[in-house]
């Protein structure tokens, strides 16, 4: 791969995210050239490749593959399409990143897992929360000396919409919500205290609609591992606030809280805020071009907004690409994502009884 000339880049699925995050967020990085489109849709195809000039199209993924010599692959669409999508990169081993849910079955994640183990983990998934500025911080700070062993670890994900009655087979209202939705605070729970042992899940204040078609509650999650942290992931449909992701961290004296993938607090009893600010951390941590942000208060602000984290993603598959480092979160990783949301299904399908991750992984 010669690093001066652009990762020539095909994107399957032409929808609502891609178009307007995915896509997008490609064409502004210089690394990056998209060459060819796919969907099995043809006017929505060629309506976004007419909006995105000239590249070449295609309704099916796997002549795409075998026709353009592509460095990288998008893969957004329904799970279906990721887990299709995924198991020819990873045959091909041609790099690639699809949207989450990486799959909604445990088996289908097994077998993704198993090939990546195979073929060579050339897969990333993008978990939106993880490429925010204020969760990569929020993060190093929580590994550093300063803040102690991390005891206690929450995760939130708020948003407007609702629990569909089905989506993508699953014919569950929380399982779909958990799926969809959840798993942002899923993943985002395990980006901070790493693979719990067992979880056990229950459901409040849950209403159906009167359609029958969509349903409204509150999840919470306990979360244990073994000689790490424990703490709760809670997911809430029909919230005062839509897509708010929130993570809440607790060390020896200290505390950081990162609010709606935005703001962050840092607090430690010790002091040494601003001295770890002045240390090499968010060089470390930040991918080049990230808004550094601004103290306001005790807290940091980071002025990036949600187009950006779709812009992050893709600046470090770029960058992994040209400097041969493997891609993250990759795909055995989101394995264990997938893990961690099935015990919380299992969970909440079994009444909220206790559920541990070995009997699921
Ligand atoms: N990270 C985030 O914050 C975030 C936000 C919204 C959606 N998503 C995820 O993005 C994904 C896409 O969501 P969306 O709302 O854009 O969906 P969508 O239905 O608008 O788009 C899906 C597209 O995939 C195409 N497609 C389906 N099967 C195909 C195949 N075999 N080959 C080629 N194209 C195929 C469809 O024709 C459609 O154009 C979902 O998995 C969703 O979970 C993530």
């Known amino acids: 791969m010669n690093k001066n000339t652009p990762l020539r880049i095909g994107a399957v699925g032409c929808g609502m995210l891609s178009s307007s995050m995915h896509i997008p967020a490609i064409m502004r990085i210089p690394e990056l050239d998209l060459v060819a489109l796919c969907d099995i849709n043809p006017e929505r195809l060629q309506a976004i490749a007419s ?8 309704t099916d993924m796997e002549e795409m593959l075998d026709n353009c010599e592509l460095d990288g692959v998008s893969i957004v669409g329904p799970p279906s399409l990721h887990v299709s999508g995924a198991k020819l990169c990873l045959q091909r081993q041609i790099p690639f990143m699809t949207e989450k849910p990486l799959t909604t079955t445990l088996d289908e994640a097994r077998e993704l897992a198993e090939l990546a183990k195979k073929y060579g983990d050339c897969g990333m998934v993008g978990f939106t929360s993880r490429f925010s500025p204020a969760n990569r911080l929020a993060r190093q700070i929580s590994r550093s000396p300063e803040f102690g062993q991390i005891s206690y670890i929450a995760t939130t994900h708020l948003t407007q919409c609702s629990m569909p009655k089905s989506i993508w087979g699953i014919e569950d209202f929380a399982e ?10 899923i993943d985002l729970w395990r980006f901070y205290g790493g693979d719990p042992v067992e979880v056990s899940a229950s459901i409040a204040a849950f209403k159906v609609a009167e359609d029958g078609q969509s349903a409204n509650g509150s999840i919470l999650v306990h979360v244990r591992s073994e000689g790490g942290p424990h703490g709760t992931i809670h997911m809430k449909s029909g919230a005062s606030h839509n897509g ?9 004296w200290s505390r950081v809280r990162m609010e709606n993938d935005q703001t962050l607090n840092y607090e430690n009893a010790r002091g040494g805020l601003r001295q770890m600010m002045a240390d090499d951390i968010l060089a470390d941590t930040l991918l080049p071009d990230t808004p550094v942000g601004q103290f306001v208060g ?6 990036s907004y949600y187009p950006d984290f779709f812009r992050f993603e893709w600046m470090a598959f770029a960058r992994s690409l040209q400097r041969g480092l493997p891609l993250s979160p990759s795909i055995q990783d989101a394995y264990k ?7 919380i299904c299992e969970s909440l399908h079994g009444g909220g009884v206790s559920c541990q991750l070995s009997a699921v992984s």
């Not at 909006?51 to 295609?58: D, I, W």
């Not at 708010?244 to 020896?252: F, H, R």
């Not at 005790?298 to 002025?303: N, P, S």
């Open 244 to 252: 708010d992701i929130n993570a809440d961290v607790m060390g020896e």
């Open 176 to 185: 779909s919500f958990v799926k969809l939705h959840g798993v942002h605070a």
């Open 337 to 343: 994502t997938t893990c961690l949301m099935e015990a």
């Open 51 to 58: 909006k995105h000039g000239a590249t070449r199209t295609f």
């Open 298 to 303: 005790t807290g940091l602000q980071h002025f």
